[in-house]
Structure formats: C-alpha cells, structure tokens
C-alpha cells in the first residue's frame, strides 16, 4: 500500500477525498500496542478528523483519480453499462458491492442505473425507491465529492452536469 505524507491528498473510503493533516504513532483504546495513524481532515467536511492505520490488510486509502481520468469517465458516462439484476434485493447487494470498492467507475454505474430507473418509475406512475435513493446519495456523494476535487468545481454543479449527461442517453 501506498504511503502518503503530510499535505497529500488522498480518498478514504467512507469520508471521500482527505488531506493528510498528520502521521503519527498512537495506541488505540482496547487496541494494545502503538501502531503509525494518519490523522485526515475531510475536504468537504472540514469540522470532523479521520484517523486511519498507516498500514492495514483492507485498502481503506487510495489515490484522488486524476482530472483527466475523471473527465474522461464523465465523457463516457452515457456508454457506461447499467448494473443489471434479477430483483431489488440482488441490486441492492450489488449496489454495495461496488460501492465498497470505491472506484469512479463502479459509482458512476450505480449513479446512471439508479438515475435512470428513477426517471422510468416516476414516468410510470410508481413511488421511487428508498432503497434505490440512498444508494444514489450514498454513491453519489463519493463521486461527485471527488470530481468535484479533481475539477475544481462545485459540488452540486458537478451533479448537474452529470445528471444531464445521462439524460441525454
């Protein structure tokens, strides 16, 4: 695993694109002995700290994708496949499957599936649902957050254009 140093950038998996604020060894409550922590300031949310293992088995880190691969992805948004399943619940397990592994790619198809199936329930007639809502906030979030970081843009006007693209589908 990679890494990083004080001032980098990098995406944690649950809490987005980080600054590195500080490396340091600690001795976690009930954990036993010292082990090297980075201690992470969330981009976009400033007010909160993430402590994560400098060395750990799971992949909790990664690097912030480059602006060119991300806009890339935004271009190709519309050929992106939809995430195809037999039923709700298998969606939803495949959902956080892909979601787990925190990859632009894989939440940008969660992103259009779920888009999409929205737009044909709604035209339909039928409720939209939370399953599939929560999923779209959860995965949108990480996405947008960090192409938002790459293109250094606004958040919300990164979701707008995203969205757009796939209405063009």
């Known amino acids: 695993m990679k890494e990083y140093k ?4 990098l ?10 604020d500080e490396i340091k060894e600690m001795a976690l409550a009930g954990k036993g002995s010292e082990k ?7 981009v976009y949310h400033t007010k909160s700290q993430v402590v994560t ?15 060119e691969e991300l806009e890339e ?10 995430i195809e399943a037999d039923n709700d619940r298998q969606r939803g397990e495949k959902y956080k499957e892909k979601i787990a592994c925190f990859e632009p790619l894989e939440l940008a198809r969660i992103v259009k599936t779920v888009y999409l199936r929205r737009l044909v329930r709604i035209q339909e007639g039928k409720k939209v649902m939370a399953q599939d809502e929560k999923m779209l906030d959860i995965a949108g979030k990480k996405l947008f957050e960090e192409m938002a970081f790459s293109f250094d843009e606004d958040i919300e006007d990164v979701r ?3 969205l757009e693209r796939i209405k063009l589908d």
Request: charged share 30%.
């Open 73 to 82: 992805l935004f271009d190709k948004v519309i050929e992106l496949e939809v």
């Open 11 to 20: 995406v944690h998996e649950t809490n987005g694109v980080c600054c590195v």
């Open 53 to 67: 293992p400098v060395k750990s088995e799971k992949a909790r880190v990664r690097d912030v994708k480059p602006r």
């Open 6 to 9: 004080v001032g980098d950038y």
């Open 160 to 162: 707008n254009r995203f």
């Open 36 to 42: 090297l922590y980075y201690i992470l300031v969330p």
